[in-house]
């Protein structure tokens, strides 16, 4: 119900501003929370304020995320990130609330691959025994065996 209600109020402006943000959710479900990520990305602290007062994300910066089985899986529209060796990684994350969610699910937005790369990249930062590899998928909701998914490495971070 929170859902429909924060959908029936969106304005242009929350509209604009998390088609801004869209891109870089995770999952369906958070954002990773680091500075880097953030700012060559162009999302701002204010815009995350302003989704939270629209309560489509929780900006609190102290949130985190926990993986809690050893193989965990990370979709991004048509990728998937493999994660292996996951257990209890935890990640700073700013978390998407019930309507942020469902509008991720729905949103049809532009997707840089560098941006999907820079997220494994950071993951393996914040635990370098951490396994990962990644595919694409057939369509982002498909549903199906990772088995019949071509999974390849992460490419190293770009230098500089």
Excluded: C
Excluded at 19 to 26: G, Q
Excluded at 87 to 110: F, H, I, M, N, S
Excluded at 135 to 152: K, Y
């Amino acid at each position: 119900m929170r859902t429909l209600l924060a959908l029936r109020y969106l304005d242009h402006k929350t509209a604009n501003l998390f088609a801004m943000i869209a891109p870089y959710v995770m999952g369906y479900e958070w954002i990773p929370n680091d500075l880097d990520l953030l700012t060559s990305s162009g999302v701002t602290h204010g815009q995350l304020l302003a989704l939270d007062d629209a309560d489509f994300i929780n900006s609190d910066s102290m949130k985190t995320l926990t993986l809690t089985t050893e193989q965990s899986f990370i979709r991004w529209g048509a990728r998937v990130l493999m994660l292996n060796k996951a257990k209890d990684l935890t990640l700073p994350a700013y978390l998407l609330r019930g309507a942020g969610r469902e509008l991720a699910r729905v949103a049809q937005v532009d997707q840089n691959p560098v941006y999907f790369f820079r997220v494994a990249n950071w993951l393996k930062s914040k635990r370098t025994e951490l396994e990962l590899t990644w595919a694409e998928l057939p369509f982002p909701m498909w549903v199906g065996s990772i088995s019949a998914l071509q999974w390849m490495p992460v490419p190293p971070p770009a230098p500089g």
